[in-house]
């Protein structure tokens, strides 16, 4: 018996197909609800066959009644930010479904010093896996003491410094999604014959964490070429910290210098509404002359898409991360099932999608889907969000 499920290239779920097959009848099993020919050895499958059967076709692997409970703590940055909030409730959704999974919450509050010291306290505690939300890479050491001790690790969103610390890292690729988010506003100004040189501010996230340093790369990929050529030109690249009060004040200080600003390239949306809240009380028309982008689909930079203030952002979403992550925790304890080779290092992609006003009606918040596509390996099916 076997579960199988994949996502399209399009990032959208391919319908989870049961395959089992018993005194010689096959039964297809279409999202948890049963179809196909049952001919007439129907009668020969036995009760317990068939709730294994139902209980694999409704996502829940096995049945659970004889199963161990583990004790899972998931580590996480914390309140402190909007975006991490879809994380939390998509780790307490995904429990529902994986009763055998016993999940703590602990909130680091934004501190790699104090998530360093939670993560201790995990394994002393006796946690039995630990699905982590790295802070900053220099909380790797820790992380690979725990590892070293036999706990399984699943980071989310932001990775740590070495792959051998963990058993899988769920989230997006940074260095795309940097560069995806530079480029359209690149060619927007390019098709629209913008006056050169374009003067540039990129406004960096919490320095040393893997989502900053990715995002930051992949902007720049598509920026120094042109800075090479003269097209464009640098004149601020500085941390906000991922902070909308911090990229209001860094921005402020900037008009202060010069309002002469074609586009402001932010590592999260969080960063980009500050910068409009800047240049609106400097006078100014976010959109008009001077394009902003961000990432996450924070619903107020939807909004400010809409209104034509905030010029693109991109999705990844939290909320499936951390599903994800309660996924790949559930079927290395249960199965020991890893990500297999084709994903490297361990690295299971988030589907992102580019959005701007043309298809910002279709996003919803924080890129939250409307179905949870199966992970896309091991025992996995798609889920309601």
Not at 48 to 67: C, E, H, K, W
Not at 78 to 100: E, I, R, T
Not at 301 to 317: E, M, N, P, R, Y
């Amino acid at each position: 018996m076997a579960v199988h499920s994949a996502i399209t290239a399009a990032g959208q779920p391919m319908v989870p197909h049961l395959y089992a097959k018993e005194g010689g009848v096959v039964i297809h099993s279409h999202r948890g609800i049963f179809k196909g020919k049952i001919r007439a050895t129907i009668a020969a499958l036995s009760v317990a066959s068939l709730t294994t059967i139902a209980a694999v076709g409704l996502g829940q692997g096995v049945s659970y009644a004889a199963s161990k409970t583990y004790k899972i703590y998931f580590i996480f940055t914390g309140y402190a930010y909007p975006y991490f909030a879809p994380m939390a409730l998509g780790v307490n959704a995904a429990a529902k479904h994986y009763p055998n999974l016993d999940i703590k919450i602990v909130n680091a509050n934004n501190s790699a010093s104090q998530e360093i010291t939670d993560l201790n306290a995990a394994v002393a505690a006796g946690a039995q896996g630990i699905i982590l939300n790295t802070i900053e890479e220099s909380v790797t050491a820790a992380a690979q003491r725990a590892s070293a001790q036999g706990i399984p690790i699943v980071t989310i969103d932001r990775d740590v410094a070495s792959p051998s610390a963990r058993i899988a890292f769920i989230g997006d690729n940074d260095f795309v999604l940097g560069r995806e988010q530079t480029q359209a506003a690149l060619a927007y100004m390019a098709s629209h014959h913008w006056p050169k040189p374009w003067n540039v501010v990129i406004l960096q996230g919490t320095l040393g964490s893997s989502t900053a340093i990715g995002r930051l790369n992949g902007a720049l990929s598509v920026l120094n070429p042109l800075v090479k050529n003269g097209t464009v030109k640098i004149i601020l690249n500085t941390s906000a910290n991922f902070a909308t009060n911090t990229a209001q004040t860094v921005m402020s200080e900037e008009l202060a210098k010069t309002t002469n600003i074609q586009l402001v390239v932010c590592g999260n949306d969080a960063m980009a509404l500050g910068v409009i809240t800047a240049m609106k009380d400097h006078g100014l028309v976010p959109g008009r002359k001077t394009l902003i982008v961000g990432a996450d689909a924070q619903p107020e930079s939807l909004t400010a898409i809409k209104q034509g203030t905030q010029f693109d952002t991109v999705t990844h979403s939290p909320y499936l991360e951390a599903f994800w992550a309660v996924e790949a925790m559930d079927n290395y304890l249960q199965y020991k099932i890893k990500p297999p080779a084709r994903f490297k290092d361990g690295d299971i992609l988030i589907p992102m999608t580019l959005v701007t006003r043309a298809n910002v009606a279709s996003v919803g918040a924080w890129g939250t889907p409307r179905v949870i596509p199966p992970l896309p390996y091991g025992h996995s099916r798609a889920w309601p969000s």
